[in-house]
């Protein structure tokens, strides 16, 4: 449940971040076209953090102390450019314009994932 939870709110955040981000867009022919759109893109995202910034995050720890953890909103673009280079290869009328649409986008992500978790937790009924 958990699971579904979290795909949720990273898909309304993507939502948020195609309607403040320029540069970052969703199409489709209905509302219900977007929004499994979105879910799908969500989920790509969603493995594409799980899989690789573990990894960067180990061969580039050098990069992250050097700058103080500045590298991390780079490398988020960067996560954030592969996923749209899938949805792309997966013909998903998903697009990011380059590196900074990205940068901003991958940020207004991470801001308003944490915002909806707060209010909405990760589990129910859970004890």
């Known amino acids: 449940m958990g699971f579904l939870i979290r795909l949720a709110i990273t898909a309304i955040a993507l939502w948020v971040t195609t309607l403040v981000v320029p540069g970052v867009e969703v199409g489709g022919r209905s509302g219900t076209n977007t929004a ?3 879910v799908v ?3 790509i995202f969603g493995v594409v953090n799980a899989v690789l910034k573990p990894v960067i995050k180990v061969v580039g720890c050098v990069f992250y102390l050097l700058t103080l953890g500045l590298f991390a909103l780079v490398v988020n673009a960067l996560l954030f450019l592969l996923t749209d280079w899938i949805a792309s290869v997966l ?3 998903f697009r990011v314009d380059g590196f900074w649409p990205a940068f901003w986008g991958a940020i207004v992500v ?3 994932s944490w915002l909806i978790s707060i209010v909405v ?3 129910l ?3």
């Open 36 to 38: 499994l759109t979105l």
């Open 41 to 43: 893109v969500a989920l």
């Open 91 to 93: 013909d998903l009328p």
């Open 110 to 112: 991470a801001v308003v």
């Open 121 to 123: 937790p990760d589990h």
């Open 125 to 127: 009924g859970r004890r």
